[in-house]
Nanobody, 119 residues
Framework: VRLQACGGGLVQPGGCLRLSCAASESIFSINAMRWYRQAPGKQRELVAALTGGGYTNYADSVKGRFTISRDNHKNTVYLQMNVLKPDDTAVYYC??????????????WGQGTQLTVSS
């Protein structure tokens, strides 16, 4: 399953943006959908997660500002980011683990999309 992430860009502090990550094929079931980010010189960190059962988890640094969601019909996961800060600047990666419609397990990564928060 290939994932296509998009939606990054340059945003001013306090602004908002939505990232999306679309799967290349229909998925039978989802174990988890996650967004990670990696800032220059730092390790990749988990930003938000959404399980197949609808449980969400967020990094403390983004709680109350970021929301992960999905659209099953579009095979897409989103990350709505509000009240953006310069510290949110990073390359954002989506990650999806699940089962395809021919019942094959998979874990896939998107290619990464750059978010820059700067005035």
């Amino acid at each position: 399953v290939r994932l296509q992430a998009c939606g990054g860009g340059l945003v001013q502090p306090g602004g908002c943006l939505r990232l999306s990550c679309a799967a290349s094929e229909s998925i039978f079931s989802i174990n988890a959908m996650r967004w990670y980010r990696q800032a220059p010189g730092k390790q990749r960190e988990l930003v938000a997660a959404l399980t197949g059962g609808g449980y969400t988890n967020y990094a403390d640094s983004v709680k109350g500002r970021f929301t992960i969601s999905r659209d099953n019909h579009k095979n897409t996961v989103y990350l709505q980011m509000n009240v953006l800060k310069p510290d949110d600047t990073a390359v954002y990666y989506c990650n999806v683990a699940g089962v395809t419609r021919d019942f094959k397990g998979f874990t896939s990564w998107g290619q990464g999309t750059q978010l820059t928060v700067s005035s």
